[in-house]
T-cell receptor, first 113, second 115 residues
Framework: AQSVSQHNHHVILSEAASLELGCNYS??????LFWYVQYPGQHLQLLLK??????LVKGIKGFEAEFIKSKFSFNLRKPSVQWSDTAEYFC???????????FGQGTELSVKP | NAGVTQTPKFQVLKTGQSMTLQCAQD?????MYWYRQDPGMGLRLIYY???????DKGEVPNGYNVSRLNKREFSLRLESAAPSQTSVYFC??????????????FGPGTRLTVT
């Protein structure tokens, strides 16, 4: 069965610090990968997605993620975080499950002004 | 274009009571999903409907039933609520049937407490 693991449960950063959130998945076939963000009190929104091609994917609000197939990883990065990036971040994978997504446990990011 | 809407936003039930969570999307999407979100566990799929007229179990279907009323609407029913069903429930939709590549669009959620 597919699974997704996010190793950081809670990350606390100061504004302007760089961010990297880890995401690893277990599935040996072709995968589609997603990062979603949930701002406090809001619903999930798509940050970025990878289907094929360039393994470095750029998303909204300056976020990017790199797909490393050999490491089964899809880490999320941002060079300089802002207070408004405070949110929970979810990695998700879709392999052979039709339209179904498998989500990681989520990483809560707190950015101190 | 409202996207995915859910009602109610909040609900408190007593153990054993029943209720139905409503979800509707106006994007002409084929597939719809119900998730529950619990702290430290991410989102877990309860049921999904790949297309109008079909429903299938997800990862945690016990204690729930669903109805795909039409292409727009997908409801989730708790027949006899239990405290373990205290959670935030999200409905989502995606455009193509069974596509692995489509992003899902989420509703605002329903916060349910069962006492």
């Amino acid at each position: 069965a597919q699974s997704v693991s996010q190793h950081n449960h809670h990350v606390i950063l100061s504004e302007a610090a760089s961010l990297e959130l880890g995401c690893n998945y277990s599935y040996g076939g072709t995968v589609n990968l997603f990062w979603y963000v949930q701002y406090p009190g809001q619903h999930l929104q798509l940050l970025l997605k990878y289907f094929s091609g360039d393994p470095l994917v750029k998303g909204i609000k300056g976020f990017e993620a790199e797909f490393i197939k050999s490491k089964f990883s899809f880490n999320l990065r941002k060079p300089s975080v802002q207070w408004s990036d405070t949110a929970e971040y979810f990695c998700a994978v879709n392999g052979n499950q039709g339209g179904k997504l498998i989500f990681g446990q989520g990483t809560e990011l707190s950015v101190k002004p | 274009n409202a996207g995915v809407t859910q009602t109610p936003k909040f609900q408190v039930l007593k153990t054993g009571q029943s209720m139905t969570l409503q979800c509707a999307q106006d994007m002409n999407h084929n597939s719809m999903y119900w998730y529950r979100q619990d702290p430290g566990m991410g989102l877990r799929l309860i049921y999904y409907s790949a297309s109008e007229g079909t429903t299938d179990k997800g990862e945690v279907p016990n204690g729930y039933n669903v109805s795909r009323l039409n292409k727009r609407e997908f409801s989730l029913r708790l027949e006899s609520a239990a405290p373990s069903q205290t959670s935030v429930y999200f409905c989502a939709s995606s455009v193509r049937t069974g596509s692995t590549a489509d992003e899902q669009y989420f509703g605002p959620g329903t916060r349910l407490t069962v006492t």
